[in-house]
Nanobody, 124 residues
Framework: QVQLVESGGGLVQAGGSLRLSCAASERTFTNYVMGWFRQAPGKEREFVAALNWSGTNTVYAGSVKGRFTISRDNAENTVYLQMNSLKYEDTAVYYC?????????????????WGQGTQVTVSS
């Protein structure tokens, strides 16, 4: 069972930046596709970004493309989400997740392992 722990959330003004981190417990971290999702109050959890085990393939939601960057450090068993030009509508709890196959990387139903989430609040 892979354990995922997110950190780096907080309160930021619109236009600002935050970097989220997700630390994985397993040395087999390199086997996993890693994704970031978010859930705003009263809304369904939605896809943000994902990357494959080597970091060579990435996919982003249209709403964050060009502003957010997903990356990973396999030596540190950590995946990151750099968020720039934050908007009020980016306010949500952000979750990292892991799965084995790149197929349907944007589908939350495909992910097996989930972290507890970290709150990001963007003030307008």
């Amino acid at each position: 069972q892979v354990q995922l722990v997110e950190s780096g959330g907080g309160l930021v003004q619109a236009g600002g930046s935050l970097r989220l981190s997700c630390a994985a417990s397993e040395r087999t971290f390199t086997n996993y596709v890693m994704g970031w999702f978010r859930q705003a109050p009263g809304k369904e959890r939605e896809f943000v970004a994902a990357l494959n085990w080597s970091g060579t393939n990435t996919v982003y939601a249209g709403s964050v493309k060009g502003r957010f960057t997903i990356s990973r450090d396999n030596a540190e068993n950590t995946v990151y989400l750099q968020m720039n030009s934050l908007k009020y509508e980016d306010t949500a709890v952000y979750y990292c997740a892991a799965k084995e196959s790149w197929v349907r990387a944007a589908s939350k139903n495909e992910y097996v392992h989930w972290g507890q989430g970290t709150q990001v609040t963007v003030s307008s």
